[in-house]
């Protein structure tokens, strides 16, 4: 299985890691779209929201936990956004689910 993001788990493509736990890592987005642009990954594959079972409703607990500290390590004590891409509609390009957490500069009111 080709996974970018599990490569970078498992410290096998470079990135720029923020936070790392047990269950969630955190690295910059190679592509930023805002000052801050860091993607909360948990460590276990799982391709989308769409394959997230009961038993993954921890990790996914873990990984907001992980936006509030990454937040505060980073100073967005003005605020931040988080957004997850589902899906071909969606624009989700990277089969491993993630969350987009932005802030460094005033978003704009609208996601779309
Ligand atoms: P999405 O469109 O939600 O699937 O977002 C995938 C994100 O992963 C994009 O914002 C890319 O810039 C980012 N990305 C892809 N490859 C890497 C990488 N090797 N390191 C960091 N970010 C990456
Ligand atoms: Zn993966």
Redesign the pocket.
Known sequence: MDC?FCE?IKGN?P?TKVYEDEYVTA?N???PQTPVHV?IVPKKHIASVNELTEDDALIIGKVFLAAKKIAEQLGLESGYRIIN?CGADA????MHV?F?LLGGRKLGEKII
Request: glycine fraction near 6%; proline fraction near 0%; avoid cysteine.
């Open positions: 970018v970078i493509i990135s690295f987005d190679l592509n993607l891409n624009g989700q390009t990277v993630h987009h």
